[in-house]
């Protein structure tokens, strides 16, 4: 059966009718928050940042939030194939002993673990990150403000019960209680611009440097209450930084892109493009918006998913559903991966013979 599913806005679809998709059309690549989730697309990001980009030369932006920030930093590298498959191994390998007595590890424990993990990947490589010739990398992450702008045992469940409340009012009032902060590596040429509008909701964007990119990929990745989060990072506004994918959980973003490469490449775990991490509850919140028109977004077909190991993709409560059973946890995702080859062979396959009639609207 077919793995994979296309998925276009009205403009990239008459893009695409019009002048097929090629890989200079490309001006951003999102990569969504969703933890053990992004797994899956481990072969698809192999398949278009070792081969089929190669085939272009201008400048891409590549935006992430949480593990989706991970793989794009990761993209920057300079062997970035064998770099994404150690991420994919890494994640899938990643545990916690524990003392005896303790169930789960502390957002304490995850914190410094991961940190260790950071500094171990990209020890002596952060400058290839920052200066890739054509890549500019955007790192988002969320910054707490009044109750939120620093972490403590009433201070933070107090704060995101409020940001809650707020977000389920509308999301614009959530501004009340995080800003969206953007760690932006320098662009290969040309100004220092977002690939999309900030008059959503209140933006900062940052300079991404060597000597504060651990610490904003490290927020961006700080699921509240699972890691701490990381306080005043260097030239960023003062305050708690956490998992970028509560402001911005899947990058619906409205942007901005030269006409030359007007794309929006979104490999992405479902077909849905859900705002904020707090809308998740909201239905109604996660339907396409013309935000989204020049998009194409790669996502699994349902019936595929249902024929992985347990009939779903991998999840963040694997870590609990599998406790210190590590080897039955990697078994099942690696099981996970492996399959998931099918979806970039499918979309190399339409690459090289495309077929409109498999294209989707979002």
């Known amino acids: 059966m ?10 990239a679809l008459n893009h695409i009718k019009q002048q097929g998709l090629l890989p200079q059309h490309v001006g951003a690549i999102p990569a969504a928050a969703g933890g053990p989730k992004g797994l899956i697309l481990g072969p698809i990001d192999r398949f278009v940042f070792g081969e089929w980009l190669r085939g272009s030369e201008q400048q891409v932006h590549l935006i992430g939030a949480s593990i989706g920030a991970w793989r794009m930093a ?31 590890p502390t957002a304490t424990q995850v914190s410094g673990q991961f940190r260790h993990n950071l500094q171990v990947f ?16 955007h790192i988002v992450t969320s910054r707490g403000r009044g109750v939120l702008a620093r972490d403590g045992r009433m201070r933070t469940p107090l704060g995101y019960v409020g940001a809650f409340a707020a977000n389920a009012v509308h999301r614009r009032a959530l ?30 964007q940052v300079r991404l440097s060597s000597r504060n990119f651990m610490d904003a990929l490290q927020a961006s990745c700080s699921i509240p209450f699972v890691l701490r989060p990381v306080h005043d990072i260097e030239g960023a506004p003062k305050g708690a930084y956490w998992d970028g994918g509560i402001t911005d959980y ?3 973003l409205r942007y901005r892109l030269p006409a030359t490469s007007p794309l929006v490449l979104y490999p992405h775990f ?7 991490w707090l809308d998740k509850a909201w239905k109604r919140r996660h339907a396409a918006t013309s935000a989204l028109d020049h998009m194409l977004v790669l996502a699994p077909d349902l019936e595929w998913i249902r024929r992985l190991p347990e009939g779903r993709l991998p999840d963040r409560s694997d870590f609990t559903r599998y406790g210190q059973d590590l080897a039955g946890r990697m078994r099942v995702w690696t099981r996970s991966t492996s399959a998931a080859r099918q979806l970039a062979d499918e979309f190399a396959e339409w690459l090289h013979k495309p077929d409109l009639d498999r294209l989707e609207p979002l």
């Open 2 to 11: 077919q793995a994979l599913r296309l998925y276009a806005g009205p403009a």
């Open 74 to 104: 990761t993209a920057c590298l300079d062997d970035n194939v064998p770099a994404l498959e150690q991420l994919e191994r890494n994640y899938i390998a990643q545990h916690f002993e524990l003392p005896p007595g303790q169930k789960r």
């Open 122 to 137: 990209y020890g002596g490589r952060v400058d290839q990150v920052l200066n890739h010739p054509r890549y500019r990398l």
């Open 175 to 204: 501004g009340g209680w995080l800003d969206r902060v953007v760690f932006s590596s320098d662009p290969p040429v040309g100004p220092s611009v977002l690939p999309f509008d900030t008059d959503d909701f209140r933006s900062h």
């Open 250 to 252: 899947h990058l619906h």
């Open 270 to 276: 479902q077909r849905s493009v859900v705002p904020g």
